[in-house]
């Protein structure tokens, strides 16, 4: 049934009659939610031919300014149209976990044209009462819309707008959890370390919407407006202090924690950052604050010791240096069991990992990682390390896994396919490269679900080995003996399975590293976008030890993946001098077919910044890219890219 009533609106230059209607919609199934259509009709007429007892805009609205102002602004725009508006409400009375509810849970689509939340951080917001009790008045109404999103015009000019992939989005979109029946309170956490607010403000953005007091504590020359986005949200607060990872690193992070806390208590202490994350351990078992034990986070960035804590080592072993190798070899009674990978005990980026084939590449490659922490780097590492592992190449089909865990129960986890790397393709020439830089991530996993389903349980049983039983984990393996295999079809590089195929040999997983963070900016936002999980606000719950938003976030939309997801990176080739200003800009503005595919991305080499600088493996850019088609259109879009990016090197 439609309710209709009639308003006054004052303009700066004219008073303007508005009819305002509604409906109760009955197409959306959502738990905690109900949904109202309303239509607002402007018409300019002289106020002699007005009904008579009109109530005001002002008095309509005034227990909702957030809502009434959205609607204002709507309103003095030259619409031809109606403004067709969905607005929710609540069943449920309770505590706002996130007060950008609707914008991050529902996707671009092109039934939405704007979306807004009508409620703040930790704010309490009543259930809404029986329909009957409120259709009389459009004022009895508005107290209780939590949120709206405006539809388009192309919508709006439309005879049917009740679209019924309109009322799919939002019932995808509206997840349980929202709401806490426990009372909430705005809190204070610093944030040590500053490359996770770098490529984007999404981490101060979450912090914001929590209700949370976001201090960042880095150098003091650290560009504390280097955020690429426009208008970005930068942190509330900024610390100086020396970043130097040596011995007195957690003691100056003490310190200056200490200092703040006179004008603002801290609650909650964390990083993403591998070289600060034991300082960090430390400095919150002496201020008393959550986190997991300091042993934990020794464990996890240590490569052998990850290795070690593994029920099936598959033969690894740890040396320091060559000599140390030449000592190891000649205890050997059997062949080696070529090829091997080497990497540092401790390290990030792929940096000096290599796949070897032969003897004379092995001790090339020991001889690399081993120097790579061999003299202090206090921008890195701030002890000598010269420890390196030597394990076996595993064959079989690589993936990220992240994992969501409380009190040692798995919450949630996603598993993604992350595409062969140099290193694992067949030799193609005299410049065949050994290094493992990732090349495309592909969300969600081609795996067979049985061996998922063992990625699963056996990565979390390892996670709970190292001691950890609460945060966000980021952990990369591969499955030995997959039936999954990678091979072209129809030009089309993916990972392909035979289905029932029989095994000769029992499938097995291959733990690479467990990572006790979110995975980088990029892979955390195509994780959002797919699946409406936030791995930054999970962050910052558990360093609050808020166990009640933390499981809250970790509930991933209905119906996700609700699409394809790619992280496409693209690898230096050539040294020199990048001459191109902005290749990425570049592309998308040269193959107008990307923009409404590309939600994010990054060019990370601009014009005068060096390439292939004294041996560090890096990328020239990375994207982003969404298909609400199919896995196919998605690698067809990742070919696009790989095929029309281009840049020039001086």
């Not at 986005?229 to 970043?243: G, H, V, Y």
């Not at 495309?440 to 998922?452: A, C, G, H, R, Y």
């Not at 230096?572 to 990048?578: H, K, V």
Request: with cysteine.
């Amino acid at each position: 049934m439609e309710f209709e009533q009639a308003i006054s609106l004052q303009l700066p230059a004219k008073s303007l009659l508005v009819h305002l209607s509604w409906t109760w919609n009955d197409g959306i199934q959502a738990e905690d939610f109900v949904t109202l259509d309303v239509v607002l009709r402007p018409e300019d007429k002289p106020e002699g031919d007005w009904p008579p007892h009109l109530q005001s805009w002002e008095s309509t609205l005034e227990k909702n300014p957030g809502l009434r102002n959205f609607l204002y602004d709507c309103l003095i725009q030259p619409e031809s149209h109606p403004i067709v508006l969905r607005c929710i409400s609540s069943t449920t009375s309770g505590y706002v976990t996130r007060a950008d509810f609707l914008e991050y849970h529902l996707p671009s689509s092109n039934s939405i044209e704007k979306i807004a939340a009508f409620v703040g951080p930790c704010e309490y917001v009543k259930a809404l009462p029986p329909h009957a009790n409120l259709e009389r008045s459009f004022q009895n109404i508005a107290p209780f819309i939590m949120g709206c999103v405006l539809l388009p015009e192309t919508l709006r000019s439309s005879a049917d707008w009740h679209t019924a992939s309109l009322d799919a989005l939002l019932a995808a979109g509206l997840s349980p959890g929202w709401l806490s029946k426990e009372p909430l309170k705005k809190t204070c956490v610093v944030w040590v370390g500053g490359r996770a607010l770098e490529p984007g403000d999404h981490v101060s953005k979450a912090a914001s919407a929590m209700g949370v007091s976001l201090v960042l504590v880095e150098s003091p020359d650290y560009p504390q407006r280097s955020i690429s986005t426009p208008n970005a949200r930068l942190p509330d607060k900024f610390i100086s202090m020396d970043m130097t990872t040596d011995a007195g690193f957690t003691e100056r992070l003490l310190k200056a924690v200490t200092t703040f806390s006179t004008e603002i208590p801290v609650n909650g202490l964390c990083t993403i950052d591998e070289i600060y994350t034991i300082q960090v351990a430390q400095a919150c078992q002496v201020l008393g604050l959550p986190c997991s034990p300091t042993e934990c986070y020794i464990n996890a960035l240590d490569k052998f010791t990850t290795r070690s804590l593994e029920l099936d080592t598959h033969g690894s072993f740890r040396v320091y240096g060559v000599e140390d190798l030449h000592r190891y070899l000649g205890k050997q009674q059997i062949p080696f069991p070529y090829p091997m990978v080497v990497r540092p005990c401790v390290g990030w980026s792929s940096q000096c990992v290599a796949k070897v084939s032969n003897e004379d590449e092995l001790f090339r490659a020991v001889q690399n990682a081993s120097d790579r922490h061999a003299v202090p780097n206090t921008l890195e590492w701030f002890e000598p390390r010269t420890d390196v592992i030597v394990e076996p190449y595993i064959e079989g089909p690589e993936v990220d896994a992240n994992f969501i865990l409380l009190d040692g129960e798995l919450l949630f986890c996603e598993i993604s396919d992350d595409f062969p790397s140099p290193a694992d393709l067949p030799p193609s020439g005299a410049q065949q490269q050994d290094n493992f830089l990732e090349t495309i991530q592909l969300i969600p996993s081609n795996l067979p679900n049985d061996e998922q389903s063992l990625l699963r349980r056996n990565i979390h049983e390892s996670i709970l080995r190292q001691g950890f039983t609460t945060g966000v984990f980021h952990c990369e393996a591969r499955v030995q003996y997959s039936s999954a295999r990678y091979t072209t079809e129809g030009g089309i590089f993916d990972l392909r399975w035979e289905g029932d195929a029989p095994r000769s040999t029992s499938v097995k997983t291959f733990l690479h590293e467990i990572n006790p963070r979110p995975p980088a900016y990029q892979s955390t936002m195509a994780i959002l976008g797919a699946y409406g999980v936030d791995y930054y606000a999970l962050h910052l719950a558990a360093c609050l030890n808020d166990k009640v938003r933390f499981r809250a976030f970790s509930q991933p939309l209905k119906h996700a993946p609700q699409h394809t997801v790619a992280v496409k990176y693209l690898h230096e080739s050539l040294p020199g001098t990048m001459a191109t200003n902005d290749a990425g800009t570049d592309l998308l503005m040269r193959v107008p077919r990307l923009q409404s595919n590309v939600p994010f991305f990054k060019t990370l080499k601009k014009k005068g910044d060096g390439l292939r600088k004294s041996g560090w493996l890096s990328f020239l850019a990375y994207f982003v890219i969404v298909s609400k088609i199919s896995r196919k259109d998605c690698l067809e879009l990742v070919r696009l890219v790989e095929d029309e990016f281009r840049f020039a090197v001086e």
